[in-house]
């Protein structure tokens, strides 16, 4: 089913510093999922994606850990800049389907300079 | 990479009045595209599925009559609102997947922000 966001829970960190932003998702047969950034106003912008087969991949300044047993998936940002202070999704779907993409509820992160 | 585009960005309309939103693939063919609504400080949540040629399929709650999707072409998905009222200024969204990707392409369009007056 759709994951209803009531309110986004914020994550503040310094400018320098490591951002762990964690998602439980929903489906346990979903093996493929993927991270988006979204700005004010804006729509969803790619950031890293991983398939079920894999338990980490690693991006530029970007890494995500899937982990299938609790079904938790976790993006985690190096060096955390001001341009990275936005709202986080991890959205979750079959690969083999073309079904949409089922959206978590999302973390506001706030780079503090 | 692949490109989506959304028009208008912001529209303020009467209620009562119809607005049309636009979504194009501006560099592949989508034969898939898929309708987002979202309200402030929430996520984004599933309308409806659009299929090129085909009627859209929709999801359990989202009035088909009021939301009118039409996919006429591999590179064109619409949605029209209908009979607009303020509880349907909201954030609208489309997604469209590649087709010859397929599996892994989706690309987002910048987003409509519609305001019901």
């Known amino acids: 089913g759709e994951s209803v966001g009531l309110h986004l829970p914020t994550l503040s960190v310094q400018e320098g510093d490591n951002s762990i932003i964690n998602c439980a998702y929903s489906?346990?047969?979903?093996?493929?999922f993927i991270w988006y950034k979204q700005e004010s106003g804006k729509g969803p912008q790619f950031i890293i994606d991983?398939?079920?087969?894999?338990d980490k991949r690693q991006g530029q300044r970007v890494t995500v850990l899937l982990n299938k047993t609790v079904k938790h998936l976790s993006l985690q940002i190096a060096a955390t800049q001001p341009g990275d202070s936005a709202v986080y999704f991890c959205?979750?779907?079959?690969?083999?389907?073309?079904?949409?993409?089922?959206f978590g509820s999302g973390t506001r992160l706030q780079v503090q300079p | 990479g692949a490109v989506v585009s959304q028009h208008p960005s912001r529209v303020i309309c009467k209620s009562g009045t119809s607005v049309k939103i636009e979504c194009r693939s501006l560099d592949f063919q989508a034969t898939t595209m898929f309708w987002y609504r979202q309200f402030p400080k929430q996520s984004l949540m599933l309308m409806a599925t659009s299929n090129e040629g085909s009627k859209a399929t929709y999801e359990q709650g989202v009035e088909k009559d009021k939301f009118l999707i039409n996919h006429a072409s591999l590179t064109l998905s619409t949605l029209t609102v209908t009979s607009a009222h303020p509880e349907d200024s909201s954030f609208y969204i489309c997604?469209?997947?590649?087709?010859?990707?397929?599996?892994?392409?989706?690309?987002f369009g910048s987003g409509t922000r519609l305001t019901v007056v």
């Open positions: 997604s469209a997947q590649d087709k010859g990707t397929g599996l892994y392409g989706y690309t």
């Open positions: 959205a979750e779907n079959f690969y083999t389907g073309r079904r949409a993409l089922t």
């Open positions: 489906n346990s047969a979903s093996d493929y």
């Open positions: 991983i398939r079920s087969n894999m």
